[in-house]
């Protein structure tokens, strides 16, 4: 079992409407929780981090954290053509002695017009 | 705003060369991190330096060294290099030892290393 899983898609979603990310990890002590967004052959940029149970909105997006389902979320509200890409859930584990971050494989995202 | 500086951006080295890639943190970020990114891969963590020392090892080679220097840039050092090498190589830094709240890494834009 991988330590951070997403479901690899591509997850196609009309333009406008939410799109819904999913991310799962298996360490119940893990502390902080990250969504990259990733466009191909580009470095991750951070688009949200989530550190408590419960939903954290940031313009369009919002991250949902559930510790005792051991689940993340990322929602994309009124979706857009640029919203297509690869996003990729982050989370440090507990037993991290630093501060790596551990990647899920990422799901595709195609926003469609 | 001053970002993760990374050179080169793109690196073309035969097999059993050697190469060395660099990464400039983001001013007054202590912590280092590289990861190596196989094509449709995720990110794989590599190695991370705080305050000078190295922190935390993941799956790197022991072809692979690295080091972070006085000033907080560090360098990635790859010797006979094989063609699984060729990947894209991010370095990333963070203002603390841990990642806290509304941190998280800053990445560079990578160097794409092409191993013929």
């Known amino acids: 079992q991988k330590e951070v899983e997403q479901n690899s898609g591509p997850l196609s979603v009309p333009e406008g409407a939410i799109a819904s990310l999913n991310c799962t990890y298996s360490?119940?002590?893990?502390?902080?929780f990250f969504w990259y967004r990733q466009y191909s052959g580009k470095s991750p940029e951070l688009i949200m981090s989530?550190?408590?149970?419960g939903d954290k909105e940031d313009g369009r997006f919002t991250a949902q954290l559930n510790k005792a389902s051991q689940y993340v979320s990322l929602l994309i509200r009124d979706s857009q053509p640029s919203d297509s890409a690869t996003y990729l859930c982050?989370?440090?584990?507990?037993?991290?002695?630093?501060?790596?971050?551990?990647f899920g494989s990422g799901t595709r995202l195609s926003i469609r017009p | 705003a001053a970002g993760v500086i990374q050179s080169p951006r793109h690196l073309i080295k035969e097999k059993r060369e050697t190469a060395t890639l660099k990464c400039y943190p983001i001013?007054?970020?202590?912590?280092v991190y590289w990861y190596q990114q196989g094509p449709g891969q995720d990110p794989q963590f590599l190695i991370s330096?705080?305050?000078?020392?190295?922190?935390d090892k993941g799956s790197i080679p022991d072809r692979f060294s690295a080091q972070q220097f006085s000033d907080y840039h560090s360098e990635l050092n790859m010797s006979s290099l094989e063609l699984g090498d060729s990947a894209l190589y991010f370095c990333?830094?963070?203002?603390?030892?841990?990642?806290?709240?509304?941190?998280?890494?800053?990445f560079g834009s990578g160097t794409r290393l092409t191993v013929v």
């Open positions: 360490d119940r002590g893990s502390q902080s």
């Open positions: 001013p007054r970020h202590d912590t």
């Open positions: 982050a989370v440090n584990p507990r037993y991290s002695s630093a501060s790596k971050i551990i």
């Open positions: 990333a830094s963070s203002a603390k030892s841990t990642p806290g709240e509304d941190n998280g890494y800053t």
């Open positions: 330096f705080y305050e000078k020392m190295q922190s």
């Open positions: 989530i550190y408590s149970n």
